[in-house]
T-cell receptor, first 114, second 113 residues
Framework: NAGVTQTPKFRILKIGQSMTLQCTQDMNHNYMYWYRQDPGMGLKLIYYSVGAGITDKGEVPNGYNVSRSTTEDFPLRLELAAPSQTSVYFC?????????????FGPGTRLTVT | QQQVKQSPQSLIVQKGGIPIINCAYENTAFDYFPWYQQFPGKGPALLIAIRPDVSEKKEGRFTISFNKSAKQFSLHIMDSQPGDSATYFCAASKQTGANNLFFGTGTRLTVIP
């Protein structure tokens, strides 16, 4: 199993550009998450999904959109990139509901908006 | 608002020392407290977790101590090794409902040989 994979690894965007961060998991997990990690701030939840076709906002959803058309894929869309979106983005998945289920993280995408 | 407060921000210990990382939370609805370990360039990975019905949990050299009345928990690393050098995040969530983790701000640990 590859686990959780993310592409691209690095990206530089100009202000106002848009892009999609890709996330795929091969563990047949129903639950998937997007986090951003800023220095000294820990990880903040952007969006999560409890299954195909179902998504919901986390702590910091503004400026982002998600979709979940399949169990495996959970792309994150930035429509109008802003410098405040410079961060490292992590996708994660888990088998079940409730905090007891381990979240498996991908390797991250480092995004710079200039 | 930071739901989980973590300290210190960074920690340097000699090999064999016992680094201690502390976390505190306010929301009494939290009932699951995992610790994640992150190496540079990698995503976080679950290290150890505790439920509030116990005061301590050990897995190998890693121990979580939990104080429910104080709403605090801490990670102790026994006989620390240079390979333990990483960033450690505490987190909190509820055992039921959506599996949304609230992370602390992280502690960068350096173990000097």
């Amino acid at each position: 199993n590859a686990g959780v994979t993310q592409t691209p690894k690095f990206r530089i965007l100009k202000i106002g550009q848009s892009m999609t961060l890709q996330c795929t998991q091969d563990m047949n997990h129903n639950y998937m998450y997007w986090y951003r990690q800023d220095p000294g701030m820990g990880l903040k939840l952007i969006y999560y999904s409890v299954g195909a076709g179902i998504t919901d906002k986390g702590e910091v959803p503004n400026g982002y959109n998600v979709s979940r058309s399949t169990t495996e894929d959970f792309p994150l869309r930035l429509e109008l990139a802003a410098p405040s979106q410079t961060s490292v983005y992590f996708c994660a998945s888990s088998r079940g509901t409730g905090g007891v289920y381990e979240q498996y993280f991908g390797p991250g995408t480092r995004l710079t908006v200039t | 608002q930071q739901q989980v407060k973590q300290s210190p921000q960074s920690l340097i210990v000699q090999k064999g020392g016992i680094p201690i990382i502390n976390c505190a939370y306010e929301n009494t609805a939290f009932d699951y407290f995992p610790w994640y370990q992150q190496f540079p360039g990698k995503g976080p990975a679950l290290l150890i977790a505790i439920r509030p019905d116990v005061s301590e949990k050990k897995e190998g050299r890693f121990t979580i101590s939990f104080n429910k009345s104080a709403k605090q928990f801490s990670l102790h690393i026994m006989d620390s090794q240079p390979g333990d050098s990483a960033t450690y995040f505490c987190a909190a969530s509820k055992q039921t409902g959506a599996n949304n983790l609230f992370f602390g701000t992280g502690t960068r640990l350096t173990v000097i040989p």
